[in-house]
């Protein structure tokens, strides 16, 4: 459960304002499959960033599982960064010159609690991705696809319980999107909360919920159908 | 296996930035290299030194002369034609001092030597006792030197230095032949073997020694000039000298006596060497310090270029002190590269500069183990800036490839 109450975000830029978050009070349940869409400048990376304990809110509170988030120091942030969440990102952030498999072992580097064969695990879960011939590929010899599903194998890698994906199919074609959207749902079919921020909107509409930001302000939320309900949920309080 | 991951991954990056690391790696490296040729160097000069001091004199000993340097000729008259230094006070010495154990009077004399035609001039002639051998460490190369009947015969026989050997019979046996002094022919019974240049800057192989009794006949000096005194404990060798002098001073009063020990003469050189030594070893911390600087703004300068795959590692879980960690085993990996490098080009710079200066260079241990220690000191000392620099940067900032807000 993830728990954000009143939260705001303010960035100053010289003697400029930009308040990107504002009054921000929401509750994503487990296995939920949520999209943050917006403008440009809305807000939803910032809020996705917060979620992940990438950054802190400015003011109000964030709880995971009814764990406030601002008592937690640096390396408390950086453990959930490493075992509560996978992070996914718009331009894969792949380290060049490792190979798939070695790029998805880098978080093992900062478990606390890796497994005693990492390469093993790492194969198995590019294996899982439909990646097991390419482990030995550099990401420059990969397709983004490929590179894409690198970077979700190693988000996956730590077993966490919420996947965050940045734009994740922002630089990809059509059908290639498409494909990851499909794995995206296929991970929260498992279990996986996922919550994608992107401005596609027929990647949004494919989502359960669809949060809509604006000026750093929800404006709107789309929950399921009643005859549609899935895992999770997500309330706007 | 989070160690060997973490190794792999640090070794990978800088092998991709060869150039970068092996700039990271100059300045360290000749830091290094200065400073292990310093102490090979310093070893050598040590070893040279003791080693000269074993030949030339030794511990137990110092001399007392009328004339402060050089060979002088006969022995000093006071002013009333008194002889200074004759032989009897002179012998007469380890009854008036205790703690003296032999006096080995000295005469000393310049003189042209001829074998045929051929002249050296200036060759310096020394009148000997019998334990003459024992007091000064000489090593005969070839024959024998004096017996006890040798220096009471009268026997007209010589024994030379190396030098002298080499220059009046090169490619024969100088035993047996003959030399010519002030007139007289003596008979080469020994070659001494060969002492280099001796502290006070002679060629102590040009040389020619004859039995006391010879160079009495040969220059009838009036005195004795130099007298080598051996004391039974090499501790008190100082304080032994110094009551000598006391001595012949008050025996002559206004005139001075002059003691020179072959272990203060070394001491002084010792002292040389240090300051030389010191002064390379300022050399060696600069350009540590100078590589360490460097070594840090290239990794300052390598990790703005690497600003998002640290942000990317923080969001995979990093902490600030793995950040701060990898950025130092980087920096310890090029110090320890540095270091070996250094070591390597040390031992060759001291043993080329060994053999271009005359100079004599040492291995030892503690050389490159004192290098490495340096290096590596240098290596995290300096990394630790760019280290908490790198763990600093906020994660969001950094996956963006900015580090200001």
């Known amino acids: 459960m993830l728990f954000l109450n009143q939260v705001e975000k303010v960035y100053t830029n010289g003697s400029n304002r930009i308040e990107a978050l504002q009054e921000i009070s929401l509750k994503i349940s487990p296995h939920t499959f949520l999209a943050i869409q917006g403008k440009s400048g809305s807000g939803k990376t910032t809020l996705l960033n917060i979620l992940g304990c990438l950054d802190r809110p400015e003011s109000g509170t964030y709880l995971i599982d009814e764990e406030d988030t601002s008592l937690k120091s640096d390396n408390g942030l950086a453990a959930l960064r490493n075992n509560k969440f996978g992070f996914v990102f718009q331009s894969f952030n792949l380290m060049p010159r490792f190979n798939a498999l070695e790029n998805v072992i880098i978080p093992f580097l900062y478990s606390s609690n890796p497994p005693g064969k990492p390469k093993e695990a790492a194969q198995q879960m590019l294996t899982k991705i439909g990646l097991a011939d390419r482990i030995k590929h550099l990401p420059g010899e990969l397709s983004g696809g490929q590179q894409q599903r690198v970077a979700i194998a190693r988000a996956l890698v730590n077993n ?63 929950k399921p159908g009643n005859n549609n309900l899935s895992n999770g949920g997500v309330t706007v309080l | 296996m989070k160690k060997s991951l973490l190794l792999r991954s640090t070794l990978k990056h800088l092998s991709a930035n060869s150039l970068t690391t092996l700039f990271m790696c100059v300045g360290i490296m000749i830091g290094v290299a200065v400073l292990v040729a310093v102490i090979a160097l310093g070893r050598g000069t040590e070893a040279r030194i003791l080693d000269r001091i074993d030949r030339v004199g030794e511990t137990d000993s110092f001399t007392i002369r009328t004339v402060p340097w050089g060979l002088g000729g006969g022995g000093l008259r006071d002013d009333h034609g008194e002889l200074l230094l004759s032989f009897d006070e002179v012998n007469s010495l380890p009854n008036q001092i205790p703690g003296i154990a032999t006096v080995l009077p000295t005469l000393n004399a310049r003189s042209p030597v001829l074998v045929g035609q051929e002249k050296l001039e200036d060759i310096a002639v020394q009148g000997v006792a019998l ?120 025996l002559y009063p206004g005139h001075q006596i002059f003691v020179r020990y072959p272990m203060a003469t070394a001491r002084a050189r010792d002292e040389m060497a240090n300051t030389l030594s010191f002064y390379l070893k300022i050399i060696a911390g600069t350009s540590l310090l100078i590589g360490g600087t460097v070594m840090m703004n290239l990794t300052n300068l390598s990790i703005s270029g690497r600003i998002r795959e640290i942000g990317l590692r923080k969001a995979l879980g990093a902490r600030n002190k793995d950040i701060s960690g990898q950025v130092l085993m980087e920096t310890a990996i090029i110090s320890i590269l540095a270091g070996v490098a250094g070591i ?46 790198a763990a600093k940067l906020d994660p969001v900032l950094a996956l963006r490839g900015s580090q200001q807000k």
């Open chain 1, 160 to 222: 966490p319980d919420v996947i965050l994906a940045d734009e994740p199919t922002g630089a990809l074609d059509n059908q290639t999107s498409q494909e990851i959207l499909d794995i995206l749902a296929e991970l929260n079919s498992e279990g996986k909360t996922v919550i994608i921020v992107t401005h596609e909107k027929d990647i949004a509409k494919q989502c359960p919920y669809v949060l809509t930001l604006s000026d750093g302000r929800v404006v709107d939320l789309k």
């Open chain 2, 131 to 250: 334990n003459f051998q024992q007091v000064r460490n000489i090593n005969i190369y070839s024959g024998s030197f004096f017996n006890e009947e040798d220096i009471h015969s009268g026997a007209h026989i010589a024994v030379i230095g190396p030098a002298l050997a080499n220059y009046f019979f090169p490619r024969e046996n100088p035993l047996g032949k003959f030399i010519q002094v002030e007139g007289m022919e003596l008979e080469v019974v020994g070659v001494l073997d060969t002492r280099g240049i001796s502290n006070s800057g002679r060629n102590a192989d040009q040389i020619v020694l004859v039995p006391h009794d010879v160079f009495v006949e040969l220059f009838q000096p009036v005195g004795l000039s130099t007298v080598t005194v051996t004391v039974k404990d090499p501790a008190r060798l100082e304080k032994l000298a110094a009551e000598t002098q006391n001595y012949f001073e008050a």
């Open chain 2, 344 to 389: 390597v080009l040390g031992y060759l710079f001291a043993n080329e500069l060994a053999a271009r200066l005359d100079l004599r260079s040492i291995f030892s241990w503690h050389a490159p183990v004192l290098g490495l220690f340096f290096a590596l000191l240098i290596g995290l000392v300096f990394g630790v800036r760019p280290a908490k620099r």
